[in-house]
């Protein structure tokens, strides 16, 4: 039997050698190891996300609770990264950001797919891949499959609220549009907590992620205009106004507007 060591195990050889700045400058292993960690933790969040759909369709919701708590503390970790990149100063990034070429967090399809599996749903972003990668396909499926408030939705119809069928039969590729009668579902739930105490449970849980994501965006913005000010981002995109505009995206809308009605 073959010796597992901690480097054999976390293939630290391949890991540790997976950065390659494209200048001599300090600050560039920063930046690199920042977003390698971003992608690593964004892998850990879909892989949590894809278990707690599950579980929530097969009618599993405390263990789904678990899966989607941890989401939620990672991202607080993501947004704390932005801190350490922040100690980049303006003139630290712009002696390496030629080297970056046209690449982007635009091209990041693990965030899109996350964003696809929370609702959040743009097909637009599929042309930042090539055809025939796993990176599409992922991409593709995340856009066709319900997300993850269509997977609680129906735990409403399943406890007996009435949901309309333009809602339940939705084209799930686009974008979920508010609606009335889901807003009312979750304000009778949040009127009567000890009736609906699972749905309850889970639908803080949920407000508890799209909290997370908008602090992280909101962070991101942050961090943006402290190092490039309001300059165009290296794909191209707006920048930092791009980013500002992501931040009255809601994942889960009804959870946040029934508030006022309580």
């Given amino acids: 039997m073959t010796d597992t060591t901690y480097a054999s195990y976390l293939d630290l050889d391949r890991l540790l050698t997976a950065q390659h700045p494209t200048s001599d400058r300090h600050d560039e292993l920063l930046f690199i190891v920042i977003h390698q960690t971003k992608e690593l933790w964004l892998k850990e969040i879909v892989h949590e996300v894809q278990l707690a759909k599950r579980l929530i369709r097969s009618q599993e919701l405390e263990p789904a609770y678990k899966a989607l708590a941890r989401v939620s503390r990672i991202q607080t970790i993501m947004t704390l990264s932005w801190d350490v990149l922040a100690t980049m100063t303006p003139s630290d990034y712009l002696s390496f950001r030629d080297g970056l070429g046209s690449s982007s967090g635009f091209q990041s399809w693990q965030f899109r797919t996350l964003e696809y599996m929370l609702g959040l749903k743009d097909a637009s972003f599929l042309s ?66 000890k009736r609906y105490w699972e749905l309850y449970q889970l639908a803080e849980k949920l407000v508890d992620l799209d909290d997370a994501l908008l602090t992280w965006r909101h962070k991101h913005v942050l961090t943006v205009e402290r190092i490039i000010g309001g300059k165009r981002g290296t794909g191209g995109s707006d920048g930092a106004s791009y980013l500002q505009s992501t931040l009255k995206r809601r994942c889960f809308p009804e959870l946040w507007s029934l508030r006022t009605r309580l």
């Fill in 128 to 193: 930042f891949q090539d055809e025939g990668t796993v990176a599409l396909e992922s991409l593709k499926r995340a856009l066709e499959a319900p997300s993850l408030y269509d997977d609680a939705i129906e735990r409403l119809v399943a406890h007996g609220f009435d949901i309309p069928a333009e809602v339940l039969q939705r084209d799930v590729t686009q974008p979920y549009a508010p609606s009335p009668a889901v807003e009312d579902a979750w304000l009778a739930v949040y009127r009567d907590t």
